[in-house]
């Protein structure tokens, strides 16, 4: 009855996980459907181009779906923690890893390596897909060209960290309408809403929030009015660190 | 063995409302004890805290000596069957399994065996989402067995099964009893325990009720009544009469007597040539004991028999 080598790793929680993620429909029609919007977008801005956006970075250009593919990798991210409750797997997966933390970091890794390797390889596609079309234009670069993929992994890098954000929040409010409310509310409309206020200073705060920190990112040239790009990055890695720390306090303290 | 020592858990914040007060039982192996109550009486409270999915407000449980989340496999020590569903419905029965084994590093072939034991093979890769009561609950049951585990905690497995499914729970329970587990299933129906249990732990309103054998129970709550239909009721009242005995007639020629058996009343009857047109042991009373015991919990605040029995 007691065990034959079985007991309960970091690698093993990190592999059921991983299990978990890939054994749900939805994870594959939210991942599919992320990636072909920013492809398809991506070809669109290629083969309408007619030099009139000449002022647009290049990188920003073509990966004009990731604001679309934004949403699905937070709603997944959402899924992935919120969904469990929602299901009541919460009490399976605490049950089988009743010290519980374990379950928030291996979700939290497991998603992180799947957005950004997803993120990274679809947006290095359709910037090659793209270039097709934009050859001979003012557009035309190539992958090897000056600070290209360094905004394309910066772009999968917001995209990523955003979308942990949007995992953590799952976690901290365990209800999948309550976290993308929240991560609409908060992330995409307050920073919005504080600009209008006239207070000394606030711009400047407000380049430091989430999706104003991702949006420095994902650019070839520094975009006005945002954070340089290693600010941006740790600004959104503080951010999300803080969201999955309220989440992991949560999570210690309160029954399911 | 789970042993629980003044298990208490409170809810709400100015007027709080006390699910579980002041618990201590313990649940040894080798039986199946029934833990039984009325909805309401914080069975599933009390379970859950056992699995630490619920921290007690004070007092403290624990399971083959130590907390639940200090085993360092958990499914190996205990199996669990929640009430409310703790399935994603979108997985397979078989991947759900898969995903809870993986974190033990159990093999592939024991998700196969456990389905097989469950019946759930030819669904096992279905989505959970098309599954009956029924199959949600072998399902359940199948992830407890996982590990193999020395303890199983199973609450209401009865629930949705068919008479069939209810047979094999029986069956299943008993079976891992005598294999010298310790298996706590909780139920509010006493009749299903009287067949399934052999120790019972009765709760309401959070507090302990009694901590007994079902056969003491059974024996304690009286449920030796024999009714007798006979034209010469009067005459046979009077024969039987003794300090022990006590009989009541609701009907004309209908006698119900207790603190004697059919055997003595029949040869008393046979021995004085009084006919008898009915002569009927009364077993119906188990589940009326029940409720008599747990109707008014507030009253009996003192246990059939010692708490720590």
Not at chain 1, 136 to 157: C, F, R
Not at chain 2, 192 to 211: F, K
Not at chain 2, 247 to 267: C, K, N, Y
């Amino acid at each position: 009855m007691t065990g034959t080598g079985y007991r309960v790793t970091p690698a093993r929680v990190l592999r059921s996980e991983w299990h978990k993620l890939w054994t749900l429909r939805t994870t594959w029609i939210t991942l599919l459907t992320a990636c072909v919007l920013v492809l398809a977008v991506g070809i669109a801005m290629g083969t309408t181009y007619d030099g009139d956006d000449s002022d647009v970075d290049t990188v920003v250009f073509v990966l004009f779906g990731t604001q679309l593919s934004q949403i699905c990798f937070a709603v997944l991210g959402i899924l992935v923690t919120a969904g469990e409750y929602a299901t009541g797997m919460i009490r399976a997966s605490l049950t089988a890893v009743p010290r519980r933390l374990p379950v928030l970091w291996a979700k939290a890794a497991v998603f992180t390596t799947v957005a950004f390797t997803l993120c990274l390889v679809t947006n290095v596609i359709t910037f090659l897909v793209a270039q097709i079309w934009l050859s001979g234009s003012d557009k035309e670069l190539t992958l090897t060209d000056d600070g290209v993929l360094g905004a394309l992994a910066g772009s999968a890098a917001g995209i990523t960290l955003m979308s942990l954000i949007a995992l953590g929040l799952g976690a901290l409010l365990r209800s999948v309408p309550g976290a993308i409310g929240a991560f609409v509310g908060s992330i995409l409309i307050l920073p919005e809403v504080l600009t209008t206020l006239p207070l000394d200073g606030i711009d400047t705060v407000i380049r430091h929030f989430p999706a104003q920190a991702a949006s420095s990112l994902g650019s070839i040239e520094r975009v006005e009015d945002t954070v340089t790009p290693g600010t941006g990055l740790l600004a959104l890695a503080l951010w999300a660190a803080a969201v999955l720390a309220a989440a992991a306090l949560r999570l210690r303290r309160q029954d399911v | 063995m789970i042993r629980a020592h003044g298990l208490t858990k409170r809810y709400g914040g100015k007027r709080p409302k006390t699910a579980v007060d002041d618990l201590t039982f313990e649940v040894r192996p080798g039986t199946v004890t029934g833990f039984l109550g009325p909805n309401g009486a914080g069975k599933s409270t009390t379970m859950r805290m056992l699995l630490g999915l619920d921290a007690p407000t004070s007092g403290r449980c624990t399971i083959g000596g130590r907390a639940y989340d200090r085993h360092s496999a958990p499914l190996t020590e205990v199996g669990a069957l929640l009430e409310a569903r703790s399935i994603h419905p979108g997985r397979s029965a078989f991947h759900h399994l898969l995903a809870l084994a993986h974190t033990h590093g159990i093999p592939r072939t024991r998700v196969r065996q456990v389905l097989e034991t469950t019946g759930l093979t030819e669904v096992a890769g279905r989505r959970v989402k098309g599954f009956s009561l029924g199959m949600g609950q072998r399902l359940g049951i199948a992830a407890a067995l996982l590990g193999d585990p020395g303890t199983l905690i199973l609450d209401e497995p009865v629930n949705g099964l068919d008479p069939e499914g209810v047979l094999w729970i029986r069956n299943l329970l008993k079976a891992q009893a005598a294999e010298g587990r310790t298996v706590l299933v909780s139920s509010h129906l006493m009749s299903e325990m009287a067949l399934t249990a052999d120790h019972l732990i009765i709760v309401g309103r959070g507090r302990l009720l009694a901590d007994t054998t079902v056969e003491r129970f059974v024996r304690d709550s009286g449920t030796g009544s024999v009714k007798v239909v006979t034209p010469a009721a009067g005459r046979l009242a009077e024969l039987l009469a003794g300090p022990a005995v006590t009989i009541t007639s609701d009907t004309p020629g209908t006698l119900v007597v207790q603190g004697t058996d059919a055997e003595h009343i029949g040869r008393t009857a046979a021995a004085h040539a009084i006919p008898l047109f009915e002569l009927t042991p009364q077993a119906a009373s188990l589940e009326q004991a029940f409720m008599d015991l747990t109707h008014d919990s507030v009253e009996y605040v003192t246990p059939l028999e010692g708490a720590a029995a």
